[in-house]
Each structure stands twice: as structure tokens, then as C-alpha cells.
């Protein structure tokens, strides 16, 4: 519930709508996240804008990351690397709806992402043979089912998103060697080359590409988003000496340069040289980036590419676009939903932290009604 209290501790964001929009807005979008109970049990769970739970969901297997249909009520979940299930869920009826499995000597990176019709699901595999990230094609109008693939342009695709011309995809290439015979054993740290590359979705071929410099190929790219105007932002996971002095947030134009992002001097340290989701808010014009095992959000001006402040979060986990420009949801691992503003670092607990909840690394939002 939307009242009084909460409404003021949202701070200049709710106070550009006003109480009534600002409750509007927030129960107008249903957002989900995997995580598990106090038992370790694996589950996928959603909720609406302040928090209150919509239903639940057993997974058999740890779930990473969701990819919510554009025009269906539908929601995709991913299995964990180098897990090999996919479910579709009904998020009218939350409950699943169809099963996938991992084509032969493939296995997902926990990420997918649906072309702005619906009608095709593109997916980041793994191609065991030859130990080599793929882009697998599904067909949403036909059960999912698998209909291609084509080189995500390095090793370990992690996180993909879809560009504003909407016949792009920019990846998120690790550049870490796994197999799932040695499970998340990090095979070539040594030589790992992470990029970002930029592919179209027309016949797969590379239009761009991004190799981070040779000093700094132990940061594998991991996570990234895009705002409206194409501006993408990445953020990584440093596998050095744990001395090292490294950037872990950068901003990108594809085709053009690559700036690492301004930020306090020990911001690798804060963060543990980890980052976990990156997420816009819903104008573009914020960045945040959580660390759980810095238990810390940093949040940057986008606009300017200005580090703003970092917010300390216990186990902070998945951050989604908020209901209002300038704020954003974000999870935890000790079971609490917030949201935090950018603007000002105000920021209202929707959801007390709960030890029977642990949420996980992702949070994905839908408009509870979608369009025709």
C-alpha cells in the first residue's frame, strides 16, 4: 500500500507524480526474480510495484535470469550455467506452461531475449564442441522451439539486449572457457578474451566489436543494458590479483568509443571487484549497478557519465527499472524488495528483508496489461 509515509520517503521522484500517480504507476508492472528458500529450494517469484507477492513457482534446477514476452503474458526462465532448462510461464495464471530443454551439447548462460514483435526468443548457449558462445534462435509462435543459431562473436555469452532499431543484438562475450563436465570451473583465465559485440539479427553477422586492452583481459563482461538512445552500459567481474586497482563500469556507443565510468577511487574494492545486474531507469538517463558481494549499488548520472552515489544494500541482487524516472527495484539475498531513487538516494522498503526468501542475481519487469 501506497501511503502517506511511503510516499514521502520516495523523495523528489514520487514528487514529480504526485501520491495518486506514484500508486498507480508502481502496482502497474509486475516484475519477477528467481531465488530460494530457507530449504534451498529453487523457485521463481513475482510481485507487483509495491511489493506484494503474485504467485510462486517450483524450479527444479537454480533459475538466473527472466525474459518477459512484449505482447503476451508470458514470461521465459533460464537456467543457471550451464544449466540446460528453459520454462515459459503464464504470469496470468503463474504457473509453467512449456518446457525446453538445451539442444544437444549446448547449455544456457541464463539470459535470453524476445525481438519487439515476440515472435523469436534469442537465446546464450553455450557450443560445447567447440567451445564457442552461440546465439540460439526460438520460435515463440511455435511452442518455442529451436529454429537456428549463429556465433555470439566469443567465448562465454553471458547477457544480450536488443538495440532500439530493434534488428540488432549487442553481447556480453565473458571470455571465460566452461564445460559442463568440470561444471563452473573456469578453464582459461589466463588467456580469457572478453568483448562486447554487436550482431545482426537478420543473418547473424558481426557489426561491431569491442576487445577490452590487453592489461585489463581479466575483467570478464558480464552484464550490460540500453537505453532508448542506444547508449549501452556495461559492468564486469575482475578474475585477478584481488590487489589490482580495475574499472568494472563502462559506457559504450556501438561503432564508437568506449569510456570506463567515473567513480570514487576504491570503487573496485567497494564492490569486491564484482557486479552483479545493470539496469536504466525508465528515462535512461541513471545507471545502477549492484554488487552483491559488496552488499553496495553504485548509481551514475548516464547523461553525463558521473558517478552519483552508492547505496549499502545487504546481498544486493537483481535491480529493474522503477515506476518513476530516476528510481529502481531492487532485491536482495536476504529476501527485501526496495526502492531507491537516484535523484536524491531517497528510498522506501517495499518488502522487509525475510530469511525464508533469497533472491537472486536478476529482476525483470512487465506492464500488467500488456498491449494488444
Known sequence: MIDRRTFLSLGAAAALLGPAATAQAMRGRLYASCGADRDGRYFLGAFDGTGEIAFRIPLAERGHDIAFHPVRSEAVVFARRPGTTMLVVDTEAGRTSIRREAAPRRHYYGHGVFTPDGRLLYVTENDVERGAGAIGIYDAADGYRRIGEFPAGGIGPHQLRLMPDGASLVIANGGILTRPDTGRAKLNIETMAPSLTLM????????????????????????????????????????????????????????GE???????????????????????????????????????????????????????????????????????????????????????GAEAALRAPDRAIQWDNHLASQALSPPA
Open 200 to 255: 545482426s539479427l537478420q543473418d547473424g553477422r558481426p557489426l561491431w566489436r569491442y576487445e577490452l586492452p590487453e592489461a585489463l583481459h581479466k575483467l570478464s563482461i558480464r552484464h550490460l543494458d540500453v537505453n532508448r538512445t542506444g547508449l549501452i552500459a556495461f559492468a564486469m567481474q575482475y578474475e585477478g590479483d584481488v590487489r589490482d586497482r580495475v574499472p568494472l563500469v563502462a559506457f559504450a556507443r556501438a561503432g
Open 258 to 344: 568506449v569510456a570506463f565510468a567515473a567513480g570514487p577511487a576504491d570503487l573496485d574494492r567497494r564492490m569486491k571487484q564484482y557486479t552483479g545486474s545493470v539496469a536504466f531507469d525508465r528515462s535512461g538517463a541513471w545507471l545502477a549497478v549492484s554488487s552483491p558481494r559488496g552488499s553496495t549499488v553504485g548509481l551514475w548520472d548516464a547523461a553525463h557519465g558521473t558517478f552519483v552515489r552508492n547505496l549499502p544494500a545487504r546481498d544486493a541482487s537483481g535491480l529493474a527499472a522503477g515506476p518513476l524516472p530516476g528510481t529502481f527495484l531492487l532485491t536482495g539475498g536476504d529476501g527485501s524488495i526496495r526502492l531507491v531513487s537516484a535523484i536524491d
